[in-house]
């Protein structure tokens, strides 16, 4: 598969195909196909990689006449896999071109291993909800937006490095992760999920996870004996009792370390659909007049005990232990990186002769999730028709996830597993 593009195209099925078949025509590919896409707006991923799928797209030809299209690589070759014919290909259609680098990047100094984010600016709701255009001198053309006969007449080769953000909640599931990780390390099994807040709070201190711009411990903090509550910062806690419950606002308390823990009053349209009672919670908050306010939704989790395991609702949950029942190879896809063509599933399965994804579906009566979800799903069986995963959904609108498992199991007897 290391030669074949998955092609998605809104209102028709997924499929495969190879870059043969693309170049197949005139010296410049196959024309009528890249226009077709072009047209169709069509979504491209390389299949050389397992995870993490490079996105391709059809442009303008930076040389020719405009109507003519190649296929066009947005980030670094390099990002292919090497058996694949576009690992560091030297492509003279590539006269502009932007490199994203990622938000989340492992770096090390003298102290050893880090995680370095660049975080999205948190606490200027204001600046955002009225951002201003940036004026046409001081903006960086993408490569969408170049000027082809602009370039062609400079005689330029070269690329813009744009330097992607990241949201709290990715911030607070790299910051668990690692927290994760010291807690294995210092104490062995984890018998508690109290164990995670220990290993946050040290990921904190000792600076394995660290911010573009401010030091972590300036701008959020776990409840803490020692601790003073900031004017504005991402409380990070376990959300152990509803104080109170209005129409406009509920008022929770969220536990953290050494019996210590904060007041927050939450308003209605910031509370996840549901409960957050016993959930790890990560709240932006502002501090008035001694009143801690919520300032944006909540990232919470669900911190199962066997193994402290990341869980994003009750649903995951019930669907995690059955599986858990079955001594299958679990992983948890949280990174950024751990995405699977783009996307990045509930639980993958390994121990098959492919990778299996699983997905639940758990909103799909909000219509943005559920068209989210249909292009997602669209994805992920184009990829098993063409060999690459096994797919298995469960719509909990739909009931029981029972009909999933029993055909988990057919494919572990098949499989002889």
Not at 116 to 132: P, T
């Amino acid at each position: 598969m290391s030669n074949s593009l998955l092609v998605l195209i809104e209102g028709q099925a997924p499929h495969m195909i190879s870059y043969a078949q693309v170049a197949t025509g005139n010296k410049h590919g196959n024309q009528e196909l890249l226009h077709a896409w072009r047209a169709n707006k069509a979504v491209l991923y390389c299949t050389c990689r397992e995870t993490d799928r490079v996105r391709m797209n059809v442009r303008n030809h930076p040389k020719y006449k405009e109507h003519v299209q190649v296929l066009y690589k947005q980030d670094r070759h390099i990002d292919h896999d090497p058996t694949c014919e576009r690992y560091a290909e030297d492509s003279p259609l590539e006269i502009r071109r932007v490199v994203k680098r990622s938000a989340v990047q492992e770096e090390t100094d003298e102290n050893g291993r880090y995680v370095k984010i660049f975080l999205r600016d948190l606490f200027q709701v204001e600046k955002e909800q009225a951002q201003q255009p940036v004026p046409a001198s001081e903006e960086v053309k993408s490569a969408d937006s170049y000027e082809p006969k602009h370039l062609i007449k400079q005689q330029r080769v070269g690329r813009i490095d744009k330097q992607e953000r990241t949201t709290v909640a990715a911030l607070i599931r790299e910051w668990y992760v690692e927290g994760l990780q010291i807690a294995q390390e210092r104490m062995g099994q984890l018998r508690s999920t109290q164990a995670i807040l220990y290993g946050m709070q040290m990921a904190m201190l000792e600076e394995r996870i660290r911010l573009d711009k401010e030091s972590l411990k300036k701008i959020a903090y776990i409840p803490h004996p020692r601790q003073y509550p900031m004017e504005q910062a991402i409380i990070v806690g376990f959300a152990q009792a509803c104080l109170s419950i209005g129409e406009e606002e509920e008022v929770w308390q969220i536990s953290g370390v050494k019996g210590a823990f904060e007041t927050v009053h939450i308003e209605k349209r910031y509370l996840p659909n549901h409960r957050l009672k016993g959930n790890l919670v990560a709240i932006q908050t502002t501090r008035k007049q001694g009143t801690i306010r919520a300032m944006r939704s909540i990232v919470d989790a669900i911190i199962h005990p066997n193994g402290c395991v990341w869980l994003d609702s009750q649903h995951e949950k019930d669907l995690y232990e059955e599986l858990l029942l079955r001594r299958l190879q679990i992983e948890k896809p949280l990174r950024p990186h751990d995405t699977w063509f783009g996307y990045r599933p509930d639980f993958v399965l390994r121990g098959w002769s492919r990778p299996v994804i699983v997905e639940v579906w758990g909103l799909m009566d909000d219509v943005v999730y559920a068209s989210h979800a249909a292009v997602k799903r669209n994805v992920y069986l184009a990829a098993e028709q063409a060999g690459v995963i096994y797919f298995l959904e469960w719509d909990v609108s739909a009931g029981s996830y029972r009909p999933m498992l029993e055909h988990l199991d057919e494919m572990r007897k098949l499989a002889g597993k």
